[in-house]
């Protein structure tokens, strides 16, 4: 099957970054995780990240973790700002900040909706509800997303990376038995 690789072909009211942007962002991405001279093979990684950031367009994160484990903090460090992001529905829809906004204090999030930071709209983060409540029907919509958005082929809507935030309180377990239930079963290679 064909993928949609038309990065411009966006339906968001905040426009993709300019190439240049992606760009930098991919040189800064490489460049950070190098360590030592550059050589022959760091620059052709660089391109690689520059060709893969350019098909894209955006950067899509699923962010997962329990209340208070500092995802949104987390989100505002690498977008470089204080402000929470705008939200937009599944269709690109901007959304109420009234009705969303205080929402993200509370953990009552809709996978769908997708969170950008006017200081960095290059990334599109998900936020998970979590696991806190034990919810059957929340693991598996968790467990959906993942296999849909890992499996499209519409590559502007699939997931590039999941990041797990643990909150890292004495008090608190590592994981819990659901978060592992969830890793051991959600499987994005077969459609699982």
Known sequence: PSQDNDATAD??????????????????AVEGG????TDASSSFRMVKVREEFKRIGRFRILVMGRANAGKT????????????????????NKMDDT????????????????????????????????FETGSIDEFEVMKKFVTDRSTTTKLKKRIH????????????????AA???FFNECDSRNGK
């Open 99 to 130: 009705a969303v906004q205080g929402s993200l204090g509370r953990g009552a999030h809709n996978i769908e909706n997708e969170l950008i930071f006017r200081s960095n709209s290059a990334f599109i983060f998900h936020d998970s509800c979590g």
């Open 34 to 37: 190098l360590t030592g001279p």
């Open 161 to 176: 990376a999941i990041w797990f935030c643990i909150p890292m309180s004495d008090n608190e377990r590592p994981i819990t």
């Open 73 to 92: 903090t987390i989100l505002q460090r690498i977008c470089n700002t204080t402000d929470l992001p705008e939200i937009f529905d599944g269709n690109g």
């Open 179 to 181: 978060e592992e239930r």
């Open 11 to 28: 339906s968001h009211h905040l426009s993709p970054p300019p190439l240049h942007d992606l760009d930098n962002m991919a040189m800064s």
